[in-house]
C-alpha cells in the first residue's frame, strides 16, 4: 500500500500548490474552490504536459512530467503576487477562518481515496469487460516516446479515442514509479475521492447560499449528502434482486415450476427467471451486479429484445471501470464549480468584445472555461454538450440578473457558447487532429421509448428528493410559479424533439430508402404510414416515462423562471442580495438540464457501431445522475433543515426507507465482488496478480519487456471481437502490437480499414517456415520483438525454428520464448 501513500501526498501537495490560482479563479464561490483544488490541479498539469510534449518542447518522461508542474508552480505564484500585495495574507486570513472545512475536505478525500483502494486490494482484477482496454491505453501512454501515443493495438498508428484521462493516470504512475496494473487501480480509487470532495464542495457552496440551511455547521454536515447521493446511492435494482432472490412476488406450484405477473411487469431481464432453491436472502446468481447497469431492455414491434445500457456510478466503481465517463467525473465537478461561480457573477468584473457584442466575463474566466471544457471533450467527448449547456446556461441567468428575461438571452447563450468553444477546439487542435471518431450523427428513435416503471427503478433514489424539493418550493416557500412557461417550454421541446425524430425518418426514406426498406422488414412494417401508427401505440404504451420527464420539465421550468429576476443595474448595485445568492435557480437549472438529457434518447440517438441507442442512454442517462445527484442532495438538505411536524417525521421516515433501499446494492455488492474482503488472489493493488500467479513465466516476460527497449511486439491475434486474454503482451507492457482487439479497433476508427490483412499476416509470422516470408512481415510491420508463449502455441502451428535461426533468443523462461529483430 506504499504507493496509495504516495499517490496521496503527491495529489494532496498538488491541490496545495493549486489553491492559490483557484482562490483567484472561483472568487463566487464562498470555498474558494478549495474543494475542487486537488482535481483542478490535476487538469492543468496535465494539459501544459500534454501540450508540451504534444509540439516536442518536452519529452514523455519525468522530467517533461516536472516542468509542466513548475509551470503550474508559477501560476500560482503570480496568482498571489499580481495586482496587490495583500493577497497572501488575504490567503492566509480565509485558510484561518476556515479551518473546519479544510478538515472536514481532507478527511473526506483520505477517506474516499482510501475506502475504494481497499475495495480494489481486496478484487484488484483487470481481465473482464473493459478494463485490458483500459490498462493497454494506460501503459501505451507511459512508454510512448512522444505525443500522440502510440495505439497498443494497432502498431503504426496514434490512439484515435479520448484519452486525456489516461495521460494523467500515466503521467501519476510514472511520476510515482509504478507500474500500469497498479496504476490502474489508484486512479480508480483517486477519482472516486476527487469526486467525492468536489461532490461535497458543490453542495457546500449551493447550502451556503440559501437562507434555509443555517449554521456553518449544518452546512458541513449536510454536504456529506452531495458525495452520498453522487457516488453511493445506487438504484433500485439491488433491492429488486433481494426480493427476487427471496422469492418475493412468486408463486410456486408443486410441480417446482413458478410465476409472476409482477416480475413479468416489470421485465428486467434476469429477473424474469424464477429464483433458485433454496429461497436466500442475498442474491447468490454470478454476476448479478452486472444486471443494474442493464435495467432497460428494449423491444422491437417483433418482441425481439435489444441491449442498452443505464449505468450509474457506483456500478462504475464496483465493477473497477475506468472507461472516459468514469475518468471525466471529478473534472465534472470542476464544470459544475465554474459554471456556479459564472451564475454567482464571480468573473463579473470584465468585459470582452467580440465583434461589437459584449460578453460580461473577464479575461481568466474566458480563458479557464475554454481550457475546461476542450479538455472534457478530450476527457469524454459525450459530456462536451452537457458541460457546455451547463455553463452557458448559468452564464445566462447571470444576465437575467442584469437585463431580466428576453429572447436576447438567447444572443447571450449562443454568445458564450460559440467563442469559448472555437477556442477550446484550437487549444486542443493536437488531439482533434488525430482523432477520428466511430459517430455518424444522429438518428431517429421512433419505437423505443423508456418505460416509467424503469425510470424509476433507474433514478427514483433522485426522483424523490427532487420531487419533494419541488413541492417544498410550491406550498412551503409558496414560490411564484410560471405556469404557461412551464407548460409552454415542456411541450415545444417535446413537439420538437418529436418532430425532428419523424423529419429525420422521412429524410431518411428520401435519400436512403434501401436502409428504411430493411428497417420496416425487420418490424413486420409495410410503409411509414403503418410505422407511425405503430410507434404512436407504442408510446402510449410506454406513457409512463414520458408523463414523468415531463413533470419534471414542467414544475423545474415553471419554478426556475420567477425564481430569479433583474437584481442589479449595469454598475453591479445590487437590489436584493439574498436573491442575487439565492441557490435555487442554478439546482433548477440542474434538474431542468437533467431532465432535457434523459428526454432526448427517446426520441433521438447518436448513430454508432452498435446502430442503436445503447451508447446514448449510456451517456446520457450517465450526465443526468450526476446534475440529478446534486440536485437531490440539496432537495435533502433544505428539507431536513426547514419541515416541521408531521411532514418532517414522514420525510425522514421516507429518507430512512429510500437510503435503505438504494443503499442495498453498494453494501451486498461489494461483499460479492471481494468474496466478502478475504480475496482469491491476497491483497495486493497489482493488477497482474493473477497472471503472476498462474503463469509466473509470463509475468517475467512481461516485466522483462517493460524495461526493454522500445518497438513493435507480435503476439498472437483472436478471430473474435475482444474481451479475452488476447494482446496481453502488449496491455502489460505498452509495446504496440501488430493487431490487438479488432473489433475495439472498429468501434474507435468507425472502420476496419487500417487493420488491412494484419490478422492473416500474423498468423503467417508464426506458422511459414519459409523466413524469407517472415522477414517480409517483420519489416513490413516494423517488428522488434516476437513473443512466443503459451497463447501463440494454442492459436498457431508455431514454427519456431526460423526465429531460432536468424533472430536472437533475449528472454527464455519455461515455455515463454522472445525473439529480438537485430
Not at 109 to 119: C, E, T
Not at 127 to 141: D, G, N, V
Not at 304 to 324: G, Q, T
Not at 725 to 734: K, L, N
Request: net charge neutral.
Amino acid at each position: 500500500m506504499l504507493s496509495f501513500f504516495l499517490w496521496y501526498l503527491i495529489v494532496t501537495l498538488l491541490g496545495w500548490v493549486t489553491f492559490p490560482l483557484v482562490y483567484r479563479l472561483f472568487p463566487a464561490l464562498k470555498d474558494r474552490g478549495y474543494g475542487i483544488s486537488r482535481a483542478a490541479g490535476l487538469f492543468i498539469w496535465g494539459y501544459l504536459f500534454w501540450i508540451f510534449t504534444s509540439f516536442g518542447l518536452t519529452q514523455n518522461d519525468n522530467g517533461g512530467i516536472l516542468l509542466a508542474g513548475l509551470v503550474l508552480l508559477g501560476l500560482s505564484f503570480l496568482a498571489l503576487t499580481v495586482k496587490t500585495e495583500s493577497n497572501l495574507q488575504e490567503l492566509r486570513s480565509w485558510m484561518q477562518s476556515n479551518r473546519k472545512y479544510i478538515l472536514a475536505v481532507e478527511i473526506l478525500f483520505l477517506l474516499a481515496f482510501g475506502f475504494i483502494a481497499v475495495y480494489r486490494a481486496a478484487n484488484q482484477e483487470l481481465y473482464s469487460a473493459e478494463k485490458p482496454m483500459e490498462l493497454a491505453f494506460i501503459s501505451a501512454i507511459m512508454r510512448s516516446p512522444s505525443f500522440p501515443p502510440s495505439d497498443p493495438w494497432l502498431s503504426g498508428y496514434a490512439i484515435s479515442y479520448y484519452y486525456f484521462g489516461y495521460v494523467i493516470t500515466a503521467m501519476l504512475a510514472q511520476l510515482s514509479a509504478v507500474p500500469s496494473s497498479v496504476a490502474h487501480n489508484l486512479m480508480t480509487s483517486l477519482v472516486f475521492g476527487l469526486s467525492a470532495v468536489g461532490a461535497y464542495s458543490i453542495l457546500f457552496n449551493l447550502l451556503a447560499g440559501t437562507k434555509n440551511v443555517k449554521p456553518l455547521s449544518s452546512q458541513l454536515s449536510l454536504s456529506y449528502l452531495g458525495p452520498l447521493f453522487l457516488l453511493l446511492v445506487s438504484n433500485f435494482e439491488g433491492f429488486l434482486e433481494v426480493l427476487h432472490r427471496r422469492g418475493f412476488f412468486w408463486v410456486f406450484s408443486p410441480d417446482g415450476s413458478a410465476s409472476s405477473a409482477f416480475w413479468e411487469w416489470l421485465k428486467i431481464t434476469d429477473l424474469i427467471s424464477p429464483p433458485a432453491q433454496p429461497l436466500k436472502w442475498t442474491p447468490d446468481r454470478h454476476w448479478w451486479w452486472w444486471q443494474a447497469s442493464r435495467v432497460i431492455r428494449d423491444y422491437d414491434l417483433l418482441g425481439n429484445p435489444m441491449e442498452v445500457i443505464d449505468e450509474f456510478p457506483f456500478f462504475s466503481f464496483l465493477h473497477a471501470d475506468l472507461h472516459p465517463h468514469v475518468l471525466a467525473l471529478p473534472f465534472g465537478m470542476l464544470a459544475l464549480a465554474v459554471a456556479l461561480n459564472v451564475f454567482l457573477g464571480g468573473w463579473r468584473d470584465g468585459k470582452i468584445d467580440i465583434a461589437g457584442w459584449y460578453l460580461r466575463v473577464n479575461k481568466t474566466g474566458f480563458l479557464f472555461s475554454a481550457l475546461l471544457l476542450g479538455g472534457i471533450a478530450f476527457l469524454n467527448t459525450w459530456d462536451i454538450l452537457v458541460a457546455m449547456a451547463l455553463v452557458a446556461g448559468a452564464y445566462v441567468l447571470s444576465q437575467v440578473r442584469i437585463d431580466g428575461w428576453s429572447w436576447k438571452r438567447m444572443g447571450d447563450f449562443l454568445l458564450f457558447s460559440i467563442p469559448v468553444g472555437v477556442l477550446a477546439f484550437l487549444l486542443y487542435l493536437p488531439f482533434y487532429l488525430g482523432f477520428s471518431s466511430q459517430a455518424g450523427g444522429p438518428m431517429p428513435n421512433l419505437i423505443f421509448p423508456t418505460r416509467g416503471v424503469h425510470l424509476w427503478v433507474i433514478f427514483g433514489p433522485l426522483f424523490l428528493p427532487i420531487f419533494g424539493l419541488l413541492l417544498y418550493l410550491m406550498f412551503a416557500e409558496k414560490r411564484k410559479a410560471a405556469w404557461n412557461a412551464g407548460f409552454g417550454w415542456s411541450m415545444v421541446i417535446l413537439f420538437l424533439l418529436w418532430e425532428t425524430s419523424w423529419l429525420m425518418a422521412l429524410r431518411l426514406k428520401m435519400f436512403r430508402p434501401d436502409v428504411v426498406n430493411l428497417f420496416l422488414q425487420t418490424q413486420g412494417i409495410t410503409d411509414i404510414g403503418a410505422l407511425f401508427v405503430a410507434a404512436t401505440q407504442r408510446r402510449g404504451q410506454y406513457i409512463g416515462g414520458l408523463v414523468t420527464m415531463m413533470t419534471v420539465l414542467i414544475l423545474g421550468i415553471a419554478y426556475l423562471v420567477p425564481s430569479i429576476q433583474k437584481v442589479m443595474v449595469e454598475d453591479h448595485a445590487h437590489t436584493d442580495e439574498n436573491q442575487e445568492k439565492d441557490p435555487v435557480p442554478f439546482v433548477l437549472l440542474l434538474v431542468v438540464l437533467g431532465g432535457f438529457m434523459v428526454l432526448v434518447p427517446d426520441f433521438i440517438y447518436l448513430q454508432d457501431v452498435f446502430a442503436s441507442r445503447l451508447n446514448t442512454v449510456f451517456k446520457f442517462y450517465y450526465q443526468s445522475w450526476q446534475l440529478w445527484s446534486l440536485a437531490a442532495a440539496f432537495g435533502v438538505a433544505v428539507l431536513l433543515s426547514n419541515l416541521r411536524g408531521v411532514w418532517d417525521r414522514l420525510w425522514r421516515v421516507t429518507l430512512v426507507v429510500m437510503l435503505c433501499v438504494s443503499l442495498t446494492y453498494p453494501v451486498l455488492g461489494i461483499l460479492d465482488r471481494t468474496n466478502k474482503f478475504n480475496p482469491y488472489s491476497g491483497w495486493t493493488l497489482d493488477g497482474a496478480v493473477n497472471i503472476r500467479t498462474l503463469t509466473p513465466n509470463e509475468m517475467d516476460a512481461i516485466d522483462w519487456l517493460r524495461k526493454a527497449p522500445y518497438g513493435v511486439v507480435a503476439e498472437a491475434v483472436e478471430s473474435g471481437p475482444g474481451y479475452s486474454s488476447y494482446a496481453r503482451i502488449s496491455t502489460y507492457t505498452g509495446l504496440p502490437t501488430v493487431l490487438g482487439w479488432t473489433g475495439h479497433e472498429v468501434q474507435w476508427r468507425g472502420t476496419a480499414e487500417p487493420q488491412g490483412s494484419r490478422m492473416a499476416d500474423i498468423q503467417i509470422l508464426y506458422s511459414t517456415p519459409d523466413w524469407e516470408t517472415t522477414k517480409m512481415l517483420i519489416d513490413r510491420y516494423n517488428i522488434r520483438y516476437i513473443y512466443i508463449g503459451y497463447l501463440e502455441r494454442m492459436t498457431y502451428n508455431v514454427r519456431e525454428e526460423k526465429f531460432a535461426s536468424y533472430l536472437e533468443p533475449v528472454f527464455t523462461q519455461g515455455e515463454v520464448n522472445i525473439y529480438e529483430v537485430p
